[in-house]
């Protein structure tokens, strides 16, 4: 699985990457197209700030629990707006990769 999107963040003197696998894609595009067909600006306003959050992630990670789904203390969940967002934080690579994105 590899990743198809990246950000870079700065953190410290440090860039911290932030990747997306294909899953995460896939099931956001499935997410962003229903949503759209009801509301488009409601939509955008979804994803703006859907990226603002993926974006601050590294500076919040420890405010998020240990991911329900997983059970490994580096995989955390993000909840935003009745979505949850899996995330594996790989302290070897400062690395964040958002694994999907799932209807709590």
Not at 5 to 12: P, S
Not at 28 to 51: C, P, R
Request: hydrophobic letters at 40%.
């Amino acid at each position: 699985m590899l990743p198809r999107d990246e950000c870079m963040v700065k953190r410290k003197r440090a860039i911290v990457n932030i990747l997306c696998t294909d899953l995460f894609q896939t099931q956001l595009q499935e997410i962003l197209s229903t949503f759209v067909e009801e509301d488009y600006a409601a939509t955008k306003n979804f994803k703006m700030y859907l990226d603002t959050i993926i974006i601050n992630a590294p500076t919040k990670a420890k405010k998020f629990k240990k991911s329900i789904y997983f059970d490994d203390e580096n995989i955390k969940d993000i909840t935003h707006q009745g979505f949850i967002i899996p995330f594996y934080f790989d302290k070897e690579n400062d690395c964040y990769l958002m694994l999907g994105i799932i209807q709590a």
